[in-house]
């Protein structure tokens, strides 16, 4: 009886767990599933080496710009999306799959198909096959309408199992904004209560040419989100129309917006603004 209460309680502080495991050798060690925030975005990083080049630490300098900037009609805002909170959020969350081996793609977009070549075979004699044209009819030019998608879709058979805490599914996205514009994965829920093999289908966009992706090069991201999470009934969710403390929250963001001069202010210090004036709306005493 005391182990079974050790067990509960213990179980409310333990992290839900996930195991990631490679049926071939070798794999586990030089190309692992990691951390997202880890993924060097080429785009990200010069974008952000420039912004901050860009800057003056001098204070005449930074002064100068602020009058510069007030004469632009986007109101000085130089700040690149490169730094907003929500898509950097979602760039950082989950794990990235990498492609376990080398393989090449010869894309034929006259008959809608491919031609495949490696020289990896994973468990089971596989690496690369694919779906039919017939199987994503309707759906898979909805996958990225701004380029072109061929009709066969790779999928690759990798080595990779998974399993993962009862509570845990796995949100898969294609990598989000990716510097890789050949492929897209599909958006998609795994459950790993059923479904551990980890095989990656990737709609294919480059029309031209061949195409080597090696190994290594990031396929998919993965987020973990529990379960119940995927029931609405989990949540009491209210629409209705904005009250009086709404618009007085209203009031002051406008004001948060203007009172200083943004370049002498850090993302940082405005989100923790936002978040006083939020914790101020005295709607969410309806919710304790």
Known sequence: MVRT?????????QKPWIRFYSMDAGVAEFFPLYPSQKL??????????????????????????????????????????ATCPAITAIMDSGWILPAPADFAIRPDPEKGTFQWVTRQLFVGGKYVTSHIERQTDGMRDLVNKAQPTLG???????????????????????VSYSDDKRFSAPTGIVDPSYSYEINVQLFWHAMEGDHIVEAGTPLCQWIPIPRKWLDT??????????????YKAERMMDYLKTKSFIENTKLNDRIKDHMKINSLNKNLERFD
């Open 5 to 13: 209460m050790w067990k509960k309680i213990k179980g409310k502080f």
């Open 40 to 81: 060097k975005r080429q785009w990200r990083i010069n974008t952000l080496k420039e912004q901050y080049q860009n800057k003056s630490d001098c204070p005449v300098l930074a002064l100068k710009e602020t009058f510069d900037n007030l004469k632009m009609k986007d109101n000085g805002i130089k700040e690149h999306a």
């Open 152 to 174: 066969q879709v790779v999928k690759l058979e990798t080595p990779w199992r998974v399993m993962a805490h009862p509570d845990i599914v796995i949100l898969q996205i294609p």
């Open 233 to 246: 009934k989990e949540f009491n969710v209210i629409i209705e129309t904005a009250n009086d403390e709404d």
